[in-house]
Every structure is written in C-alpha cells, then in structure tokens.
C-alpha cells in the first residue's frame, strides 16, 4: 500500500481552532496516524514530504455546485447548449473545480438530466479528474417557476424540468431517480430573476412536494430545495426536506422551525451570486439601477440578517455560491468562506468548519470525511500561510501548495513550496 508521510506541517485537523505542529501518515485513501507515531510507522519506501511552514487541513467541500453552469448571463443559455459539448464543458468545470482545492461537490442541481451523473461516473472510474461528487438532478419546477423560460410564442429551453401537479411531480421524480441521481432537486419558491415570480412567491404547492418527496423516499435519495421565500422554508421543514438552499427572506417562524430540526437539516445561502450581482454586477450588465429594480440589495440585507441568526441558532449551514453565472465565474468557490467571516458573522475556525466537516456531513460521508483524524479519508490540501487566521487566501491557487483527494495527489508540491524547500524523498 502507497504510503506519504507529510512530516513537520501546521495541522489544522478541523476539532479546533489552533494548529498544531505534526506529522501525518497517509495509507493508500485514507489517514492512518497523526502526531508523533506517524514518522516511526510509516516504513520504507513512504514517500515523504517535508510541509515545513504549511498548513495541512482538509479538502473543501463545495454544498452548492452547478458544474454544469457553464459561465451563462441567463438560464435560457444553459438550454442552448448542446449536450454533448455541454458534457465536455461540465468535465471542465469539475476538473476546475479540484484545481481549487474543492475535493468534494454537492452538486445542486444539474443544467440538464444527466450531466451530472455521467460527471460522477466519469470522476469515480477515473476517466476524468473532478472532486467526490453527489450528483444532482435538475430543477424540477412548475409552470411559471424558477427555470420555467417557455414563452407562448418563443420555444427556449432553460435548466427546469417542469412538472404540474402530484402526478407528474411523481414521474419526473422517477425519471430523475432513474437516471442515477443522488440528490433530487425542487424548487419551491421563485427567485428575482423570475419577472412573474419573484423570491417570495411560492408557485408549488403542498400536495406537489409532498409527491415529490414520497418517491425520494422510497429510493432512499437526498431532497434538496431552492426556498427562498419564509413560505417555502416552512413547507420545506414540513415535508422534511434535507436541504433547504437560500431562506434570504425566512421568519421568525421559519427560523424556529428550522431551529426545531437542526440535528437532521442543512441550510446553504449561496450568498456568491446575491454578493456579486449587488457588488461587482457590472461586468455582467447589472447596472446599480438594474440591481435596485430586481430587488437584489434587498435580498442582500436579508440573507445577511437571516444568516447571523441562523449562525446563532446552530442551525448547519455549507459553503456554495451558485458559481457558474457570468458574474460568478467557477473557481471562485472559496471566496463564500470569507462572506460567511465578513457578512454573517462567523470566525473563520466556523467558517472553515462549514466548508469542511459539515459539508462533508451533507455529502453523506459521517465520521469519515473533513477533519485530518486518524481512519478518514485522505482529501487534503496543504496551504501557504493560515486560513484560521485569513480564510482569503485559499481563494488562490498559489495558496494551494498539495492537493490530494483519496490519498492521491492532484497537486503535488514543487521545490520551494514550503520554507524548508519541499519533498525530500529518503
Ligand atoms: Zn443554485
């Protein structure tokens, strides 16, 4: 079995908010020992690592990925793109995606059946390089919801698998089910990119989620939900969805109920598109009149009033900010971290905990995935410098001196990368 020892590295194992000066031992996927034995077990032949003056932690997880949103300025676009060179551009993103140290993605929801699923099997039989990855379906939706772009008098395809009623909410379910997905993907309320259903309008109805979960259940598959309105945060908690993406405009209610279920629920603001439409829109077209009208700044001060109470309610919250629009471009990923220290109040040890551990807790993997212990799995980065101290810079690939999903070596550390000089085989 492969073994690496990463000898004399400033640990930070994910169980506090130090690091600590150690040795870890690494054999074929998975961690074997931490700490001052790790040398002495290691035997010939380990391949060794000097990490002298860098940060081991573990990989990032991605909760709100769209690998297959492929740098579009509006939905319909994502529907324009023929599968099969949209296959090719999700293989990039994924593989980009690693490039920045995220090691696990929860993909939240797929730009088309299927796109996602193949980018998982790909991944996992080693055709393509990409993170660990639950794939998602698309959005199902109702008519007039979120990633409904029909018109009457233009056919154009958006990124919605639409669906009325309980029993067409139970086929595509199905479908969905069928084509592989791990993760089943609704959305409950509208958005303010949706002229006729803005954010707090809720276009589906009970009796339709109820459906739709009912046969999420009997294939044992994940629910996540795109609720925004308080509303739909409390149908999702009602009908016990797993993921309950955004909640910008939840109630005191909401937030009590969400608090109520906090041991079982996961929340994610996917704050990275909210920031940079009312802070950086421009680039994409959104003037600052354009951003008042859609109500963005609004949602702005929402998501961070909601936030710093959800943060205090100890509600589980991951890392994930709707990358792949064109004011969001994929590789950015991280930059959600330093949203969570800066708008929501968080420190950065809690906010490393969000896009580590806890991501990994939703991703499904328990006590074996997010912290650098002893039997985890070995998805680790080695970083210049200390995010516990400055989580920004691991929003820089230079930062990112290793990265290793599985106990193999994405990126494996050049001469120099730490002070000592790096990889010193013996
Ligand atoms: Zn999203």
Redesign the pocket.
Known sequence: MTKTLIRNADVWTGSTDQLTNTDVLIAGNRIEAVGEAAASMAGEGADILDATGLTLMPGMVEG?C?PSFTGINEPPELGRIAPEEHMLLTAQNVRLLLDHGFTSIFE??SAKPLLGVTARNAIEAGMIAGPRMRAGSPEVTTTAGLGDERKRNIHQESFGLIADGPDEMRRVARECVRDGVDTLKINISGDEFVSHARAEITPLEDEELAAFIKVARTFGKTVAA?ARSSQSVKMAVRHGVDCI?HCDFADEEALDMLESVKDTVFVGP?FG?VHNCTREGEVAGLTPDVVESMGLYRKFDATCATYHEIRKRGIRVVVGG?YGFAVTPMGQNARDIEHFVRYFGYTPYEALCCATQIGADLMGYGDELGKVEPGFLADLLLVRGNPLQDVSILQHQDNLAMIMKDGRMHKRPGAGAGRSGLIAAE
């Open positions: 709100h769209h939240a929801a795109h993406y996917a598109l709707d």
